[in-house]
């Protein structure tokens, strides 16, 4: 049975909403953090990085994984200052204002909807891998799949990111602890001998530059996009204190093994130049090794990957249409709990959003990863911004809690102001660099909307 609890909303009124259940064990949310650092960005868009940056691209994977850790500290410190808060536009309204939590909230479900369509669009193709069927079915059919069984329960969504997270982490240790080995024994393959000197010895370690370096921020931020789910899933998880620190505090070993780790051995086998940006360098990797069914091995573990990102944007974008419903700043209807205590209302709206994906595939289907991954990555700069922001103004107008607090993040407030520089930067390279400077000069059309929304909603108020 739900329990009822009191909600703030922006005009004051107080009124009774149902509470999401704490499902989320230690085990499920430890492995949302790791489901949400390895996705498709890193199995497909690390080809396209790569012919960016080279060998460098290990250097872009390093400098942004650490920014991302201590948005995450920044995060985790500001959702354990007040058992209240469900998610960042609960402490974004609190600190920077109810426009934050309004524009943050459904940016977020915004860039997390973009991000999904590529991803669920991209399971119709890799099941036409094994049947020769239109994509377009089987895509649907792995939406409403994973819309039925995210109905269920959260604790389902939770073995279901569980399993698909350890498909992908098998994935990489197999590929690190097989590189070792070759390593080891100077392993030849058709593109040569295995050697960390693969690293250097075609063109150098920036063999296109450090423009090249620059432009490959764009698809490493999109690598990254996720992480912040251990902060969506807060509401859900039974034991945040203890939970949420663990998970974030693992991140930088993770984003060492999982990023750094893999992409290493990667160059180690594959020299850059030879790898396609439009593949994945793990099925390359694989079949230049002689694994004879590695092509049919990698094409499930990047449709498991491409179901679990699906699966998290389902999770995300119905989680964000809940707390925006529970506090006026959406339909009512959203913040309505099934008899499961998962927000059902806002689960099938997202996937009839979701949906319509194949529709952009079908129209510009050279274009449209690109497009999309760019308007995400910049839609996530903003809401890892709007976190560092909030917990800027957290820290000089709350002394009593940050005294008491028990997951204080580092470097405050100087890191913040340089992590904010470093994301004006990258935007800055977006717009210069060709490839990215549309999707960058047609996002702001969606905040321009945002703030004409909010601003009408607050005159009605």
Same mark, same amino acid.
């Given at each position: 049975?739900?329990?009822?609890?009191?909600?703030?909303?922006?005009?004051?009124?107080?009124?009774?909403?149902?509470?999401?259940?704490?499902?989320?064990?230690?085990?499920?949310?430890?492995?949302?953090?790791?489901?949400?650092?390895?996705?498709?960005?890193?199995?497909?868009?690390?080809?396209?990085?790569?012919?960016?940056?080279?060998?460098?691209?290990?250097?872009?994977?390093?400098?942004?994984?650490?920014?991302?850790?201590?948005?995450?500290?920044?995060?985790?410190?500001?959702?354990?200052?007040?058992?209240?808060?469900?998610?960042?536009?609960?402490?974004?309204?609190?600190?920077?204002?109810?426009?934050? !939590?309004?524009?943050?909230?459904?940016?977020?479900?915004?860039?997390?909807?973009?991000?999904?369509?590529?991803?669920?669009?991209?399971?119709?193709?890799?099941?036409?891998?094994?049947?020769?069927?239109?994509?377009?079915?089987?895509?649907?059919?792995?939406?409403?799949?994973?819309?039925?069984?995210?109905?269920?329960?959260?604790?389902?969504?939770?073995?279901?990111?569980?399993?698909?997270?350890?498909?992908?982490?098998?994935?990489?240790?197999?590929?690190?602890?097989?590189?070792?080995?070759?390593?080891?024994?100077?392993?030849?393959?058709?593109?040569?001998?295995?050697?960390?000197?693969?690293?250097?010895?075609?063109?150098?370690?920036?063999?296109?530059?450090?423009?090249?370096?620059?432009?490959?921020?764009?698809?490493?931020?999109?690598?990254?996009?996720?992480?912040?789910?251990?902060?969506?899933?807060?509401?859900?998880?039974?034991?945040?204190?203890?939970?949420?620190?663990?998970?974030?505090?693992?991140?930088?070993?993770?984003?060492?093994?999982?990023?750094?780790?893999?992409?290493?051995?990667?160059?180690?086998?594959?020299?850059?130049?030879?790898?396609?940006?439009?593949? %994945?360098?793990?099925?390359?990797?694989?079949?230049?090794?002689?694994?004879?069914?590695?092509?049919?091995?990698?094409?499930?573990?990047?449709?498991?990957?491409?179901?679990?990102?699906?699966?998290?944007?389902?999770?995300?974008?119905?989680?964000?249409?809940?707390?925006? !419903?529970?506090?006026?700043?959406?339909?009512?209807?959203?913040?309505?709990?099934?008899?499961?205590?998962?927000?059902?209302?806002?689960?099938?709206?997202?996937?009839?959003?979701?949906?319509?994906?194949?529709?952009?595939?079908?129209?510009?289907?050279?274009?449209?990863?690109?497009?999309?991954?760019?308007?995400?990555?910049?839609?996530?700069?903003?809401?890892?911004?709007?976190?560092?922001? %909030?917990?800027?103004?957290?820290?000089?107008?709350?002394?009593?809690?940050?005294?008491?607090?028990?997951?204080?993040?580092?470097?405050?407030?100087?890191?913040?102001?340089?992590?904010?520089?470093?994301?004006?930067?990258?935007?800055?390279?977006?717009?210069?660099?060709?490839?990215?400077?549309?999707?960058?000069?047609?996002?702001?059309?969606?905040?321009?909307?945002?703030?004409?929304?909010?601003?009408?909603?607050?005159?009605?108020?």
């Amino acid at each position: 049975m739900a329990q009822l609890n009191s909600k703030r909303v922006p005009n004051n009124q107080t009124v009774p909403q149902q509470e999401l259940k704490r499902d989320l064990k230690n085990r499920h949310v430890q492995l949302i953090a790791i489901g949400g650092t390895i996705g498709t960005g890193l199995f497909l868009g690390s080809g396209k990085a790569i012919q960016l940056a080279g060998p460098s691209i290990i250097f872009a994977y390093l400098i942004i994984g650490i920014a991302v850790f201590f948005v995450m500290r920044a995060l985790g410190e500001l959702l354990l200052s007040n058992a209240g808060y469900q998610s960042f536009t609960d402490f974004a309204v609190d600190y920077v204002g109810p426009w934050a !939590g309004y524009v943050t909230g459904w940016t977020y479900w915004f860039c997390w909807i973009m991000t999904a369509m590529a991803d669920i669009i991209a399971v119709g193709v890799y099941v036409r891998y094994w049947f020769d069927i239109p994509q377009w079915i089987p895509a649907l059919v792995g939406l409403v799949l994973l819309l039925g069984l995210n109905l269920l329960t959260v604790k389902l969504f939770g073995e279901l990111e569980f399993w698909f997270a350890l498909i992908k982490i098998i994935t990489i240790l197999a590929l690190i602890a097989l590189g070792v080995i070759l390593l080891i024994m100077g392993f030849k393959t058709d593109a040569g001998a295995v050697s960390v000197k693969n690293l250097w010895t075609h063109g150098g370690l920036f063999p296109n530059g450090i423009s090249g370096f620059l432009l490959s921020f764009q698809m490493v931020v999109f690598a990254f996009v996720g992480v912040e789910l251990v902060g969506v899933s807060a509401a859900e998880t039974s034991d945040p204190k203890k939970n949420i620190p663990s998970a974030i505090n693992k991140i930088p070993l993770r984003v060492l093994f999982f990023y750094v780790g893999a992409l290493f051995i990667l160059l180690c086998i594959n020299p850059w130049n030879q790898l396609n940006a439009s593949t %994945s360098p793990f099925v390359r990797t694989f079949s230049l090794v002689g694994i004879p069914i590695a092509a049919g091995i990698i094409n499930f573990v990047v449709l498991t990957s491409a179901a679990s990102a699906c699966n998290s944007g389902l999770f995300s974008t119905s989680r964000i249409l809940y707390n925006l !419903g529970s506090h006026n700043e959406g339909p009512a209807k959203f913040a309505k709990l099934n008899k499961n205590n998962v927000p059902g209302n806002a689960l099938v709206t997202s996937a009839i959003v979701l949906s319509m994906g194949a529709l952009l595939s079908k129209l510009i289907p050279e274009q449209a990863f690109g497009i999309v991954t760019t308007i995400s990555a910049i839609c996530f700069i903003w809401v890892w911004s709007i976190i560092l922001i %909030s917990h800027i103004r957290y820290t000089k107008s709350r002394p009593d809690l940050r005294k008491t607090s028990t997951f204080k993040a580092p470097l405050t407030p100087f890191i913040n102001y340089a992590i904010l520089a470093f994301f004006v930067f990258i935007l800055i390279v977006m717009g210069v660099a060709e490839a990215t400077r549309t999707a960058l000069l047609m996002t702001p059309l969606w905040f321009v909307l945002l703030f004409i929304l909010y601003a009408f909603r607050s005159r009605k108020i």
